[in-house]
């Protein structure tokens, strides 16, 4: 009857330590992609803020032009 009982036990525990490897590993995974998803941020508003600084300096030419016309 132990050994029954042992036999039965046996494979829920390798069920249990599967499920700990594959918590474990969904543990790092998000904390990877977060840290490309950080990057690839960072780089966006960097990409943004010169587009936006681009978009400033022809507006500003443009009032500039229409005053030197103007005149």
């Known amino acids: 009857m132990n050994l029954?009982?042992?036999s039965s036990l046996i494979p829920e525990i390798m069920i249990q330590?599967?499920?700990t490897k594959t918590s474990s590993n969904n543990k790092e995974v998000p904390r990877r992609y977060s840290r490309?998803?950080?990057i690839?941020?960072?780089h966006d508003q960097e990409k943004e803020q010169q587009?936006?600084?681009?978009r400033r300096c022809r507006s500003l030419s443009r009032?500039?032009?229409v005053k030197k016309s103007a005149i």
């Open 51 to 54: 587009e936006s600084n681009t």
């Open 40 to 42: 690839s941020n960072k």
């Open 63 to 65: 009032i500039r032009t």
């Open 36 to 38: 490309l998803r950080t």
């Open 4 to 6: 029954a009982n042992q």
């Open 17 to 19: 330590q599967q499920t």
